[in-house]
């Protein structure tokens, strides 16, 4: 069965510290992972991961995939209270289905 | 609309009534995804088009969800005979058509069911 895990479940830290969130996956015909943040309502997209070692950077986020173990990290540095909110992992995979699989999310609380 | 557009916000209605949602994908976009989320579950896929047609209705959950698209655009889900089961907020999402494009979601339609 395919299936998207994600850890830890939530996380409180103090601003300006940097945190490290995990996805690990097993699916068959994997296409790429994506990373999103959702606070209140729709979740917005950061990152689409397709290919091992390459790090995609956006500020503070950037994450990395590595697909001979399977897994990917989100690192956030320097965190702010905005970062506060429930960041989600989704596998993209193709065959008879096109679709995304999520994992739970990991819910992050940055407090002052 | 830049973003996908979802309408209602939120919906609350009685047990065994229909309910129909109503999703806007971005301009351009052929391919369009509903999703389900639970209190404190993850999402999960429903259906998917490409264009009018729905290649993948494996998420839907029994015969009472169906959903169409006209137009190659404007998408609703329909729930028949409302459960309590059903409440939580449906989510639509949409790409190109190249599935390496990633999915822009909407910010949800809340569905309560009393």
């Known amino acids: 069965e395919d299936k998207v895990v994600q850890s830890p479940l939530s996380l409180v830290v103090h601003e300006g510290d940097t945190v490290t969130l995990n996805c690990s996956y097993e699916?068959?015909?994997?296409?790429?992972l994506l990373w999103y943040k959702q606070e209140k309502k729709a979740p917005t997209f950061l990152f689409m991961l397709?290919?091992?070692?390459i790090e995609k950077k956006s500020g503070r986020l950037s994450s990395i995939l590595d697909k001979k173990e399977l897994f990917s990290i989100l690192n956030i540095t320097a965190t702010q209270t905005g970062d506060s909110a429930v960041y989600l992992c989704?596998?993209?995979?193709?065959?008879?289905?096109?679709?995304?699989?999520f994992g739970t999310g990991t819910r992050l609380q940055v407090t002052l | 609309g830049a973003g996908v557009s979802q309408s209602p916000s939120n919906k609350v209605t009685e047990k065994g009534k229909d309910v129909e949602l109503r999703c806007d994908p971005i301009?351009?976009?052929?391919?369009l995804y509903w999703y389900r989320q639970s209190l404190g579950q993850g999402l999960e896929f429903l259906i998917y088009?490409?264009?009018?047609?729905?290649?993948?209705k494996s998420g839907l959950p029994s015969d009472r969800f169906s959903a169409e698209r006209t137009g190659g655009s404007v998408s609703t889900l329909t729930i028949q005979r409302t459960q309590q089961e059903d409440s939580a907020v449906y989510l639509c999402?949409?790409?190109?058509?190249?599935?390496?494009?990633?999915?822009?979601f909407g910010d949800g339609t809340r569905l309560s069911i009393l």
């Open positions: 989704a596998v993209f995979y193709t065959g008879t289905a096109s679709k995304l699989t």
């Open positions: 397709t290919s091992s070692g």
């Open positions: 088009f490409q264009g009018n047609s729905a290649p993948d």
């Open positions: 699916v068959t015909n994997f296409r790429s």
């Open positions: 301009s351009g976009h052929t391919a």
């Open positions: 999402a949409s790409s190109f058509w190249d599935s390496n494009q990633p999915q822009h």
